[in-house]
């Protein structure tokens, strides 16, 4: 069924344009991270417009950066969208499914009160004891990288959001050293050494060919990825065409009906620099188009008591794509999966059945109107759709 989903109007503002693409392939890896700033971004759009705050300080195009904004500071309680509302939106079984999937979450530096965040947010929504351990870069249970306050927070956002989809789920974090291209990859490719079924991605750079797409094309393994915060325009990994790239959508609830449309931040767009996967068939772009599907990304409770110390409320794609992560664990079928193809190949009759078609919202302008405005069937902000159950997934 075709779902109009409607949301508040954020501020008109213009979307910054993101950094031009490289040309080729895989990107070089610099020697060593950039010095971070301690210093707040006052030059992000969504500072601005009232919207949010980034929480990851701005580094070169080539570097990652996590894909969350801060909408409101501590409060004495969980505020915005809970576990409960995600299911329910999503039509999803999410008390009987997800038991031994694995799902493993890529970030950089430490969280050393993630365990603990991860308990208090639980126990917030009878969701029961976590299944969780955490790893450095290596695969070794200790000997973590330097504590990070913002990659932090974006880490407790990534393994509660899998846990409000999937609460049976095992959940891995699998800390990088550093937000750098090669320390990123090495953390990558110990998520699939380490048996993940599923891996997710809140982060992405804005430089096409920062990464090597060999690292995100593991055979039985189901990669997704943050479509971005910067509004139309697109990043890696979620770019690559081995990876599920997740766009963001705005959700609103009237009585116990819940409605979506495109939020005005998420990423979209055509990947110049990236071929044409033979799957994908829009006419507006010759390379490859993402999103691929989406989620909400804007009014969330989160849980921090490292740099944030307490409840507040975050927006961006890095709540979309654990979400669908956690979407792929409930319906256990990554193994056999050939990701994001998958969603390209489904029958007009599937897709109305298992996805939430979003057609109302867009996340900027561009020359072919389908790739930054949502509107019936695929279009690249939102995808086909959000989940409607499993059964697309």
């Known amino acids: 069924m075709d779902v109009t989903r409607s949301v508040m109007l954020l501020p008109l503002l ?41 929480v990851c300080p701005a580094v070169q195009a080539s570097y990652a950066r996590c894909d969350a904004l801060i909408l409101r500071d501590a409060t004495n309680g969980p505020a915005g969208w809970m576990p409960d509302d995600f299911q329910r939106a999503y039509n999803l079984p999410s008390s009987t499914r ?3 999937a694995i799902v493993a979450i890529v970030d950089a530096y430490d969280n050393p009160n993630l365990a603990s965040d991860l308990q ?10 976590a299944r969780f351990t955490k790893f450095n870069q290596e695969g070794q249970i200790g000997n973590y990288p330097q504590p990070g306050k913002s990659w932090g927070l974006e880490e407790d956002l990534d393994v509660e959001m899998v846990s409000a989809i999937c609460p049976k789920c095992t959940i891995y974090l699998i800390e990088a050293n550093s937000e750098a291209p090669g320390d990123l990859e ?15 991605n809140s982060w992405g750079c804005a430089a096409l060919g920062c990464l090597h797409g060999s690292y995100f094309d593991s055979s039985g393994v189901v990669y997704v990825a943050s479509a971005g915060d910067n509004g139309y325009g697109t990043q890696e990994p979620a770019a690559l065409d081995t990876v599920v790239a997740v766009g963001g959508t705005d959700l609103a609830k009237q009585g116990a009906r819940y409605t979506e449309s495109a939020w005005r931040w998420t990423g979209s767009g055509c990947a110049h620099s990236i071929p044409k996967p033979s799957w994908q068939h829009d006419g507006g772009c010759k390379s490859r188009t993402m999103s691929d599907v989406s989620a909400v990304a804007r009014n969330v409770a989160e849980y921090d008591s490292y740099g944030y110390r307490g409840w507040f409320t975050v927006a961006g794609t890095s709540i979309s794509s654990p979400l669908i992560g956690g979407v792929f664990a409930l319906a256990g079928n ?15 009759k599937a897709r109305a059945k298992d996805l939430h078609d979003i057609i109302s919202g867009s996340n900027g302008t561009c020359r072919h109107r389908y790739l930054c405005k949502a509107g019936p069937g695929y279009d690249g902000p939102t995808g086909w759709g959000t989940p409607n159950g499993i059964g697309a997934f």
Request: glycine share 14%; aromatic share 4%; hydrophobic share 40%.
């Open 98 to 100: 997800g038991a031994g």
């Open 186 to 200: 090495a953390a990558e490719a110990e998520s699939v050494m380490l048996g993940a079924q599923v891996v997710s």
């Open 14 to 54: 213009a979307v910054l344009a993101l950094p031009a693409c490289n040309a080729g392939g895989g990107g070089s890896v610099p020697a060593a991270p950039l010095e971070r700033s301690t210093q707040a971004d006052n030059t992000d759009p969504e500072r601005i417009a009232g919207v949010g705050r980034r």
């Open 334 to 348: 990554a193994t056999s999966l050939d990701e994001p193809e998958h969603f390209w190949m489904l029958s007009k």
């Open 120 to 129: 208090t947010y639980r126990k917030e929504f009878g969701l029961g004891k």
